[in-house]
């Protein structure tokens, strides 16, 4: 079995900060691929920011210039650094991996972070 825990959501004003944290633990040989994804009110489940083993990365346009992904592969760690917030990044944040666990080579999910900027 594999595990995904996120923390550092929260409540924060428009232009401010927050870190977001995403550790796996469990029967996970090899993490390839770590995303964020975000899901708001009555929208769709979309890509914030994803980073390879070998740590190429690629954003979302919207977040782009603001958020910073980056992973410790000796945690097991995936961070999504958000800064200069706006209201409209107010979602349910979901981390993501694919790699090579005792169930096979699959992706898993986290249980869901939720980030509130308040206007």
């Known amino acids: 079995q594999v595990q995904l825990v996120e923390s550092g959501g929260g409540l924060v004003q428009a232009g401010g900060s927050l870190r977001l944290s995403c550790v796996a633990s469990?029967?996970?040989?090899?993490?390839?691929?770590m995303g964020w994804y975000r899901q708001a009110p009555g929208k769709q489940r979309e890509l914030v920011a994803a980073i390879t083993g070998g740590g190429t990365t690629n954003y979302a346009e919207s977040v782009k210039g603001r958020f910073t992904i980056s992973r410790d592969n000796a945690k097991n760690t995936v961070y999504l650094q958000m800064n200069s917030l706006k209201s409209e990044d107010t979602a349910v944040y979901y981390c993501?991996?694919?790699?090579?666990?005792?169930?096979?080579?699959?992706?898993?999910w986290g249980q869901g972070a939720q980030v509130t900027v308040s206007s």
């Open positions: 469990g029967s996970i040989f090899r993490i390839d691929r």
């Open positions: 993501n991996i694919v790699g090579l666990s005792s169930s096979g080579y699959r992706d898993y």
